[in-house]
């Protein structure tokens, strides 16, 4: 079974700045395709040829996965489900340095 993969940034704001900095590029080369004057082009180049080369923001990423059934996604989780009775258990075995009335009454 093929998978596609995909990348999409986790942050709505970096995706944000990512269109942004594509959008500017394409309509940089877009202006400089159309330009047709040596002298105009010859001075664009000696205003852009010293900027150092910026990285790329550092944007987090993570691959989308498409045609994933529901066992595949619970499988990849970190995190193993956990029913009622089992967080009840769990519960049982912490050692509380307060009681429950001591803590609510912090809350005043």
């Known amino acids: 079974k ?3 993969f995909a990348k999409i940034v986790k ?8 269109n ?3 959008s500017l590029r394409y309509k940089l080369i877009d202006l400089i395709m159309g330009i047709s004057d040596i002298r105009r ?3 664009l180049y ?7 080369s910026s990285p790329e923001p550092n944007i987090p990423v993570t691959e989308i996965r498409m ?7 619970k499988a990849g ?12 258990k769990k519960i049982e075995e912490v050692e509380w340095e307060e009681s429950l009335e001591e803590l609510l009454d912090s809350l005043d």
Request: net charge negative.
């Open 11 to 18: 942050d709505p704001k970096n995706f944000t700045i990512v």
């Open 2 to 4: 093929k998978l596609l």
């Open 77 to 88: 989780q970190t995190v193993k489900e956990m029913n009622f009775e089992e967080f009840r």
């Open 41 to 43: 082009l010859r001075s």
């Open 46 to 52: 000696r205003e852009v040829q010293p900027l150092p």
């Open 67 to 73: 045609g994933v059934t529901l066992e595949d996604i």
């Open 20 to 22: 942004e900095l594509q």
